[in-house]
């Protein structure tokens, strides 16, 4: 008969090993029920995002934030994720690169398998235009709502995203400030 000292020392036993050949197994442990991909904060994911060029997701992981942790800090992001795609998108204008910008007007437009049977045809200048002028909209609507929260903070955060902007002028766009502690290194 096992006492019940014994077996909690057991499983405890078990568990441990458990967790141990995981690790050696190169594998990383989330807890029950949450996936490698919930345990990526909305920062870590809008990071990854940045790099790729998909800007639909990056705002939506910022928007999440925001949804999920609404602070300055948070609206902040998702002005900076605006106007990150604004610089994408007058870098491609500006180097003539109107295909990618019929790129990027999908990429904000679509997602659905429907899509693949009618996709969207649009003339990439005016999609330029079109996307532009709404996101410089989102991106007043959100800063002014940042500075309604912590103006002083907004402040500093922006002098810290001018500073990274003029670091790396060519393509500051596919990255947030290295301060901002967005995805890991």
Not at 64 to 72: Q, R
Not at 91 to 117: F, K
Not at 167 to 173: F, G, I, N, Q, T
Request: glycine share 6%.
């Amino acid at each position: 008969m096992i006492g019940t000292g014994t077996l909690i020392v057991s499983r405890r036993i078990v568990l441990a090993t458990g967790l141990l050949l995981l690790a050696i197994a190169g594998q990383e442990f989330y807890p029950p029920g949450l996936s490698a991909a919930e345990h990526r904060s909305h920062l870590d994911r809008a990071a990854v995002f940045l790099r790729a060029g998909d800007y639909r997701q990056a705002l939506e992981a910022c928007q999440a934030e925001v949804k999920d942790a609404p602070s300055a800090r948070s609206y902040v992001y998702l002005t900076y994720a605006y106007h990150a795609l604004d610089g994408y998108l007058q870098h491609l204008a500006s180097t003539d690169q109107w295909v990618r910008v019929e790129q990027l007007y999908v990429n904000l437009s679509t997602g659905r398998v429907e899509d693949l049977l009618d996709p969207p045809d649009v003339l990439a200048r005016i999609a330029k235009e079109v996307i532009q002028q709404a996101v410089q909209r989102q991106a007043d609507v959100t800063a002014a709502l940042a500075a309604r929260l912590d103006e002083p903070l907004v402040k500093q955060l922006w002098q810290e995203q001018t500073a990274w902007r003029q670091a790396r002028p060519d393509d500051w766009w596919s990255g947030a400030p290295p301060q901002w502690q967005w995805g890991r290194p």
